[in-house]
């Protein structure tokens, strides 16, 4: 995968702000009143595609979170993708968080799969199965394997996933974006040692999820 640079405004968002700018600006022209909700949505839509830069920990066989958000999921499960059992670790984006998606671990990307899929609130366990997402099998090179699942949401209508089978990820790498309210789901080795609790805010490329373990 060719490393890109991306601005502080995320390049997915380019022409919604510019149209939403264009229209307010316009509509501010005809009657400033009017033009305000205009402006208040050219914030929101600013704030929404922010993509900070991140201090990534460059620690040995440390899971990154793959997203900003709110830890809402720790359990053992089925880790339907690769056919094991293993540690799910879920992180919920609302419409205020960064929706960028960073690589959890420097790896390989030996599959990828799309789902098409409802879309359900991303905070319910049944989001997991039933919404439109794009899951990567990652591989690193001790041979830990790591499932990284980008999950559609209630708002969210476009999963973007730039990685592709046969990439190599630097960890904190960015590799994907949600927009508008979405999750993403690690499934990790199920011994794993995990370094977050429930409700815990939690940054894409900066803060750590787990230790793996061999």
């Known amino acids: ?38 402006w208040v949505i050219s914030l929101f839509i600013l704030q929404f595609f922010r993509d900070p830069k991140r201090s990534t920990p460059s620690k040995k066989n440390m899971v990154v979170s793959a997203a900003d958000g709110k830890v809402i999921v720790i359990e053992k499960c089925k880790d339907d993708y690769l056919n094991r059992r293993a540690i799910k670790v879920s992180v919920f984006m609302n419409v205020f968080n960064v929706h960028s998606n960073k690589s959890p671990i420097k790896s390989i990307v030996i599959n990828k799969w799309y789902f098409p899929g409802k879309f359900l609130n991303a905070a319910l366990s049944k989001a997991s199965l ?58 990790l080795p199920i011994n794993s040692k995990i370094k977050v609790t429930l409700g815990d805010k939690v940054f894409n490329g900066e803060t750590i999820i787990a230790e793996l373990k061999k």
């Open 1 to 38: 995968m060719a490393k890109r640079a991306y601005p502080i405004i995320a390049k997915e968002g380019w022409s919604f702000l510019i149209a939403s700018i264009v229209i307010s600006a316009f509509v501010f022209n005809l009657c400033a009143l009017w033009s305000i909700p205009l």
């Open 130 to 187: 039933e919404n439109e997402r794009c899951a990567l099998h990652l591989k690193t090179k001790e041979g830990f394997d790591i499932t990284c699942v980008q999950i559609a949401g209630l708002i969210a209508r476009r999963i973007l996933c730039y990685a592709n089978k046969g990439d190599a990820l630097e960890v904190g790498e960015r590799y994907g974006f949600i927009r508008f309210g979405s999750r993403v789901d690690l499934y």
